[in-house]
């Protein structure tokens, strides 16, 4: 297994040109009672690219959705206010599919014209909560998790869950609790015969790990087992996928925040291959590493959030869109 201190700073939002390595970081402890946070600027979530090669991804904290043009180095506001916006997705024509929270609810953008449409803000007549990731499939069908916050109102769903999207707009739950705890991450094999979830509950004795199961034709799943067990450190938040199947997960901290959530898995982009075992390893070193996507002309370029940076890796292997 190769660790390779090779991610590239790409960008950061607070106007850095430079970041220091690893090696060159000074020790840091959430637990120094002289430092205490005064302002969180901004925390990058979902990145996705688009056809012209752009990288559009999610600025939760201004509510903002951004895009970085590689080829000069600028960046601008797409959308000022995403509707807490989080995970993003090109899907397959050229559409951009946004996971919202004010109000919860998938749409899709026309990146050309800015027409959105609503996609899904219910099911069976209860209110989504807070959808957080999304992928699709070869047939056109999306899906994404959704979690509900610390408060739960009457007209909202009250679970965990993972939902799919056809084409025809018709809604189905695949998932929900209490079978999985906190879905984040959610991706599909290339072949579309198994789908990859991530539990990232923070709380001790629950599930930090990478779920797979068989996907059926219909979109249906089925025959769980634990790909990957994070526990007791952190879990992965997003992910995504490589043309071999080999899955691209965010996971770990540099700092503990007062979670349950230890620092045993490292903070960076662990590569799984499709029989469970880590074949590389990709060192992140900036709190809080959140979501991966490829891009580049050869899909071998992964682009990476975390805290206020969008970071990129040189992949070995071309990646996918999802």
Same mark, same amino acid.
């Given at each position: 297994m190769r660790s390779i201190a090779a991610s590239t700073l790409l960008l950061s939002l607070l106007g850095c040109s430079a970041a220091p390595t690893p090696e060159a970081a000074p020790k840091a402890s959430a637990d120094d009672p002289r430092v205490e946070v005064a302002a969180s600027i901004t925390f =990058? @979530?979902?990145? =996705? &690219?688009?056809?012209?090669?752009? &990288? $559009? $991804?999610s600025e939760m904290r201004s509510n903002r959705t951004m895009r970085y043009f590689p080829e000069d180095g600028h960046y601008e506001t797409f959308r000022a206010d995403a509707h807490g916006a989080n995970g993003l997705l090109f899907d397959s024509e050229w559409r951009l599919i946004s996971c919202e929270t004010t109000p919860p609810r998938i749409t899709r953008t026309n990146v050309e014209t800015g027409e959105v449409e609503v996609l899904a803000d219910s099911y069976e007549g209860k209110r989504l909560h807070q959808p957080n990731d999304v992928t699709f499939d070869a047939k056109g069908r999306l899906y994404f998790s959704d979690r509900p916050g610390e408060t739960i109102e009457p007209d909202q769903t009250g679970v965990f869950a993972v939902y799919r999207i056809d084409p025809d707009g018709t809604i189905d739950r695949i998932l929900s609790s209490p079978d999985i705890q906190m879905p984040n991450g959610v991706i599909i094999s290339p072949d579309d015969k198994i789908l990859? %979830? +991530? @539990?990232a509950h923070p709380d001790a004795d629950h599930a930090r790990m990478i779920r797979a199961y068989d996907l059926a034709e219909d979109g249906t799943v089925s025959n769980m087992? &634990? $790909?990957?067990? $994070?526990?007791?450190g952190r879990s992965g938040d997003g992910m =995504? +996928?490589?043309? @071999?199947?080999? %899955?691209?997960?965010?996971?770990?901290l540099l700092r503990t925040r007062g979670t349950s959530e230890t620092l045993d898995t490292q903070?960076? &982009?662990?590569v799984f291959a499709p029989s469970g075992e880590r074949i590389d390893f990709y060192p992140v070193w900036e709190d809080t590493i959140t979501n991966a996507a490829f891009g580049g002309p050869d899909l071998k370029t992964l682009y990476v959030t975390a805290g206020k940076t969008l970071f990129q890796i040189q992949s070995p292997r071309p990646g996918t869109r999802r």
């Amino acid at each position: 297994m190769r660790s390779i201190a090779a991610s590239t700073l790409l960008l950061s939002l607070l106007g850095c040109s430079a970041a220091p390595t690893p090696e060159a970081a000074p020790k840091a402890s959430a637990d120094d009672p002289r430092v205490e946070v005064a302002a969180s600027i901004t925390f =990058t @979530e979902g990145p =996705t &690219v688009y056809k012209d090669g752009s &990288v $559009f $991804f999610s600025e939760m904290r201004s509510n903002r959705t951004m895009r970085y043009f590689p080829e000069d180095g600028h960046y601008e506001t797409f959308r000022a206010d995403a509707h807490g916006a989080n995970g993003l997705l090109f899907d397959s024509e050229w559409r951009l599919i946004s996971c919202e929270t004010t109000p919860p609810r998938i749409t899709r953008t026309n990146v050309e014209t800015g027409e959105v449409e609503v996609l899904a803000d219910s099911y069976e007549g209860k209110r989504l909560h807070q959808p957080n990731d999304v992928t699709f499939d070869a047939k056109g069908r999306l899906y994404f998790s959704d979690r509900p916050g610390e408060t739960i109102e009457p007209d909202q769903t009250g679970v965990f869950a993972v939902y799919r999207i056809d084409p025809d707009g018709t809604i189905d739950r695949i998932l929900s609790s209490p079978d999985i705890q906190m879905p984040n991450g959610v991706i599909i094999s290339p072949d579309d015969k198994i789908l990859y %979830l +991530i @539990e990232a509950h923070p709380d001790a004795d629950h599930a930090r790990m990478i779920r797979a199961y068989d996907l059926a034709e219909d979109g249906t799943v089925s025959n769980m087992r &634990v $790909f990957h067990d $994070f526990y007791p450190g952190r879990s992965g938040d997003g992910m =995504t +996928i490589d043309a @071999e199947g080999n %899955l691209w997960v965010c996971a770990g901290l540099l700092r503990t925040r007062g979670t349950s959530e230890t620092l045993d898995t490292q903070a960076g &982009v662990h590569v799984f291959a499709p029989s469970g075992e880590r074949i590389d390893f990709y060192p992140v070193w900036e709190d809080t590493i959140t979501n991966a996507a490829f891009g580049g002309p050869d899909l071998k370029t992964l682009y990476v959030t975390a805290g206020k940076t969008l970071f990129q890796i040189q992949s070995p292997r071309p990646g996918t869109r999802r």
